[in-house]
């Protein structure tokens, strides 16, 4: 089974559109969030934006989720920012991106109106920076976050029931 990816930067709506894209299909939903160590997310709500080193371990572990859950397939988050991030969760098994874009003042809007969550707007530069769209050659699809989570959930799984065999 496919586990699909649901990447972005912070504010695009990887949880609400993962959660509701998870209930359509019947399947487990894991927010990427809760596989970083307690020292990621201290650094990131001091306002400094992780590197690759502290990423490895987190990337390791969402792969090893995917992994775990290639017979009953999934929707798990993560930033999945750059193609070597992605490369490390594709060594989980079969994935599929939805890869959630859109304006920065977009992002910084919803980002400034979460409340409870350690992800400062000033990081979202950074993300945006490091930041490298699916290439033609991965599997998956850009949704624009201006759409609604229910029609972006229905184009996923129309695209994605396209690549079935």
Same mark, same amino acid.
């Given at each position: 089974?496919? /586990?699909?990816? /649901?990447?972005? $930067?912070?504010? @695009?709506?990887?949880? &609400?559109?993962?959660? =509701? ?5 019947? $399947? ?38 995917? @992994? ?22 594709? &060594? ?15 992002? =910084? !809007?919803?980002?400034?109106?979460? &409340? ?9 530069? @950074? ?8 290439? &033609?050659? !991965? ?16 184009? =996923? ?5 396209? !690549?079935?065999?």
């Amino acid at each position: 089974m496919t /586990v699909i990816v /649901v990447m972005g $930067v912070a504010g @695009s709506g990887k949880t &609400t559109v993962g959660s =509701a894209l998870a209930e359509r299909l019947g $399947v487990e939903y894991a927010e990427a969030d809760a596989f970083h160590p307690p020292a990621n997310i201290a650094k990131m709500s001091s306002g400094h934006p992780l590197d690759d080193d502290d990423r490895w371990p987190w990337l390791h572990a969402i792969a090893a989720w995917i @992994s775990g859950h290639q017979a009953t397939g999934g929707v798990v988050s993560s930033s999945a920012l750059k193609r070597r991030y992605r490369d490390v969760l594709r &060594t989980g098994g079969d994935v599929w991106f939805l890869h959630l874009d859109g304006p920065r003042d977009v992002l =910084a !809007e919803r980002m400034q109106g979460r &409340t409870g969550h350690f992800m400062p707007v000033s990081l979202l530069d @950074s993300q945006l920076a490091d930041l490298e769209p699916l290439e &033609t050659d !991965e599997r998956g699809l850009i949704a624009d976050i201006l759409e609604a989570p229910s029609a972006i959930v229905d184009r =996923a799984l129309t695209e994605l029931a396209k !690549e079935q065999p």
